[in-house]
């Protein structure tokens, strides 16, 4: 039986998704929770990696297994195995044609910013502070220039691994509620690094240290040395996946 299964986790004490021989990884974390509920070694498949400090909230994973347990015996024994910090919010069968990542169309996620005078408290780790006042207005504009699909050389990391930088942004908005500046962004994938980049990029426009053009001029020039830092992994929540309505995830 091939199951899915949506996951949540605090990507502060982990290297991040991805299984690692030298650091602790809530893949690993979700493996082996998996595999003493099913007595069996369990390998998982996930939407998207998520890097060190990085959170989600609806990561989506797939895994196989011949055990026989029930839907609720699968979300209480899993959970009650996983460190604080990780939960599988649901699960269910699937067909054997899906795959996590390679039948997703769509990915979100969620930058948030707490923009104020001190450093936060409670959202330390959870939210990137920001000193410099943000203009959303501004932020927005630059955004809205980068929908579409487009050579996004200049929001990639170095290091990305990615056989091609076309992406498409499908959504990509940005609002305040009161303190706290948030992006959301949805594509059909993204590069290494690229919504750090993209937020490090908006953050500079909205402080007006940069112009709202300059978003769209990185995007033509095609050169990641000409872009801005890259933004702190603390605001940076994976927020879900789509898939066609046939897998009724």
Known sequence: MRYAAVVEY????????????????????VEQALSYVAAE???????????????????????????????????????????????IRRIQPVSEDFHARFSARARSYRYVIINQDTRPA??????TWCIKPLAVERMQQAASSLLGEHDFTSFRALACQAHTPIRTLHEFRVRREGSLVILDVMANAFLHHMVRNLAGVLMQIGSAEREVSWAAELLQQRDRSQAGVTAKPDGLYFLAVQYDSQFEI
Do not use: M, Y
């Not at 605090?10 to 974390?29: E, I, K, N, T, Y």
């Open 41 to 87: 070694s369990i390998t998982v498949q996930c939407a998207g990696r998520t890097d060190t400090g990085v959170h989600a909230l609806g990561q989506v994973i797939h895994f196989d297994s011949e055990a026989e347990r029930s839907l609720r015996s699968w979300l209480l024994g899993v959970n009650s195995n996983l460190p604080e910090g990780v939960a």
């Open 122 to 127: 409670l959202l330390a780790g959870k939210a």
């Open 10 to 29: 605090d990507g502060r004490p982990f290297c991040g998704w991805q299984r690692q021989s030298h650091a602790p990884s809530v893949q690993a974390c």
